[in-house]
């Protein structure tokens, strides 16, 4: 078995419709053998009930699924309740996050950082979960400092994250010494990246901008001379982003996360194109 750990994210569905398709996605993918799959859990808990479906569903199949879980707007009574939930169901594996703030809502709930999240899943259940938290090689939008990213990064961990996967990025640079800086600050738990295929350019630049991921100069000029030209953006796309995926694993990236978005043909192609 591959030590490297492969996964694939998935949001929940709203829809019959949706949920129909997304069970095609990951029965698809499903084929790759991946370690797990994550689902996505909304803004202010707003997609729960979807979140616990999705990761039931998937393990239904015999597959390990990991539900995420975030702070935002959350209570200790929230949390402690969706905990027992996952528990109750056999689930061993979680993404703890801090969330974004939906529009709109003024308090961010009882716990304001990830790391006290992971402290409280840990208070509350022990050595049950596996916990995967988020870093940000590039930079967390709200991060004013660059140490202040592997501070935050570090108490995550001291509360007991097992691992970490990283935001989206096109810059390999980024990603190594990301991990160097995290070596020397002391933390060791395997940091496994996060990849996002490119299918549509207006999407990413939106995604992009809202997360602090950059799209290099070079990439975006390419992908926006191609304007509507789906099939041209698809290409330039996977052949970008395989050649980031294998620099990685050549480089000692201990797995890939991929970012779906609920589609399997560009995560099987990158797939199919490393050799894994």
């Not at 694939?8 to 991946?34: D, H, M, N, V, Y």
């Not at 975030?70 to 996050?97: F, P």
């Not at 939008?141 to 501070?151: I, M």
Request: charged share 25%.
């Amino acid at each position: 078995m591959d030590a490297r750990a492969f996964s694939f994210e998935f949001f929940p569905p709203r829809t019959a419709e949706g949920k129909e398709k997304l069970r095609t996605t990951w029965q698809t993918l499903a084929k790759l053998k991946p370690r797990f799959f994550s689902c996505t859990y909304g803004a202010g808990g707003s997609t729960r009930e979807g979140t616990l479906e999705t990761v039931l569903d998937i393990r239904a199949a015999g597959h390990e699924a990991a539900p995420h879980i975030s702070c935002v707007a959350s209570t200790r009574d929230d949390v402690a309740t969706q905990l027992e939930r996952y528990k109750s169901n056999g689930i061993r594996h979680i993404v703890a996050l801090r969330g974004d703030l939906p529009s709109g809502l003024g308090a961010s709930g009882e716990f304001r950082y990830a790391n006290e999240l992971v402290s409280f899943i840990r208070s509350r259940t022990g050595d049950w979960f596996h916990i995967e938290v988020a870093c940000y090689p590039e930079y967390h939008p709200q991060t004013r400092w660059a140490k202040d990213e592997l501070v935050a990064f570090k108490r995550k961990v001291e509360a007991g994250a097992n691992a970490a996967i990283t935001q989206y990025f096109y810059n390999v640079d980024a990603y190594f010494r990301f991990v160097d800086e995290a070596r020397k600050a002391g933390i060791q738990v395997p940091i496994v990246p996060g990849i996002m295929p490119i299918g549509n350019f207006s999407q990413l630049a939106r995604f992009s901008e809202a997360c602090g991921a950059e799209i290099p100069r070079w990439m975006r000029i390419k992908l926006e001379g191609y304007h509507d030209d789906t099939t041209s953006i698809r290409a330039f796309g996977l052949d970008v982003v395989t050649d980031l995926c294998k620099r990685l694993l050549e480089g000692g990236a201990p797995g890939l996360h991929f970012y779906t978005l609920n589609q399997a043909t560009l995560s099987a192609e990158i797939w199919k194109r490393l050799g894994l």
